[in-house]
């Protein structure tokens, strides 16, 4: 692959390189999203710094930039040669949209290497710090009617008794020869518009991450759960009819696929 074509096409898409590449040897080069404040659009350029040699494709993500100017990753890297680069530029912004924001601060919202899905400005910390000194400062003065109204509790629904008659008791338990897992129903949120991907899993675990060689856009999901995509690549070797094209699979010793969401943090439960 041409590094020389790689780098004129990303000079064209308005891309710099940055000095820098804490992660590798690779050259990172970044602009700003097109709309978006604080975001910016980051690709790995795939080029070896000192080479000057294309050693992979090109990795592209959006990152916010916090309020203490950390780069927080607010989408997973895709990757592309130099073919799908432009197209993918594109659809990566266009997955701005779908990252959850900060309900307090606006900023994105990022996965933490703890799994959850926080602010990219780590808003709480001080928020939580003036609530507190709010309330310490309110406990002495005299609250009026209207505030003590509003700060009584709702009344917890009462939960019933069941007469002992009435109650069933449950049969005596067998102990159990294997531990067998059921068949678990497992479902996750998909909704127009996630740029996707494809994992395979096995009794919970993902043994295959199809990120970067293939790749879609959801274009629809129905009641039942049917998910209507547009897949844009594939290179991988899936075929077609193992493709997931629906927001729920059932779990268990089998080999599934299911829909990897990069555009945004979802979590696969079972369905209750
Ligand atoms: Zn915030």
């Known amino acids: 692959m041409s590094v020389v074509q790689r780098?004129?096409?990303?000079?064209?898409?308005?891309?710099?390189p940055h000095k820098k590449n804490a992660k590798g040897t690779t050259i990172i080069y970044s602009r700003k999203h097109p709309?978006?404040?604080?975001?910016?659009?980051?690709?790995?350029?795939?080029?070896d710094s000192k080479t000057n040699k294309v050693i992979k494709n090109a990795g592209i993500k959006l990152c916010f930039v916090n309020r203490q100017k950390s780069w927080r990753e607010i989408t997973t890297e895709i990757s592309t040669d130099n073919k799908g680069l432009v197209n993918l530029i594109g659809k990566v912004?266009?997955?701005?949209?779908?990252?959850?924001?900060?309900?307090?601060?606006k900023a994105k919202?990022?996965?933490?290497?703890?799994?959850?899905?926080?602010?990219s400005n780590a808003c709480w910390t001080a928020w939580g710090g003036?609530?507190?000194s709010a309330n310490t400062t309110k406990k002495s003065s005299q609250k009026t009617t209207a505030q003590k109204k509003a700060a009584t509790p709702k009344k917890k629904k009462s939960q019933k008794v069941t007469p002992k008659s009435q109650r069933t008791y449950p049969l005596k338990k067998k102990p159990q020869k294997k531990p067998q897992k059921k068949p678990?129903?497992?479902?996750?949120?998909?909704?127009?518009?996630?740029?996707?991907?494809?994992?395979?899993v096995v009794l919970g675990e993902i043994h295959t991450?199809?990120?970067?060689?293939?790749?879609?856009?959801?274009?629809?999901?129905d009641k039942y759960g049917a998910v209507e995509v547009n897949w844009t690549a594939n290179t991988s070797d899936l075929p077609?009819?193992?493709?997931?094209?629906?927001?729920?699979?059932?779990?268990?010793?089998?080999?599934?696929y299911r829909f990897k969401v990069l555009s945004r943090s979802i979590e696969w439960t079972v369905a209750a």
């Open 109 to 119: 919202k990022f996965t933490a290497k703890t799994g959850n899905v926080v602010c």
């Open 240 to 256: 077609a009819w193992d493709m997931p094209f629906t927001n729920h699979y059932t779990g268990g010793s089998g080999y599934s």
């Open 184 to 200: 678990q129903k497992i479902v996750a949120e998909i909704l127009p518009g996630d740029l996707v991907s494809v994992e395979g």
């Open 7 to 16: 780098k004129a096409m990303l000079k064209a898409e308005g891309f710099f």
């Open 93 to 105: 912004e266009a997955a701005e949209k779908f990252v959850k924001t900060c309900k307090h601060c």
């Open 209 to 221: 991450d199809y990120t970067g060689s293939i790749l879609g856009v959801v274009m629809k999901v």
């Open 130 to 132: 003036k609530k507190k």
């Open 35 to 47: 709309t978006a404040k604080f975001v910016r659009v980051v690709i790995d350029s795939g080029i």
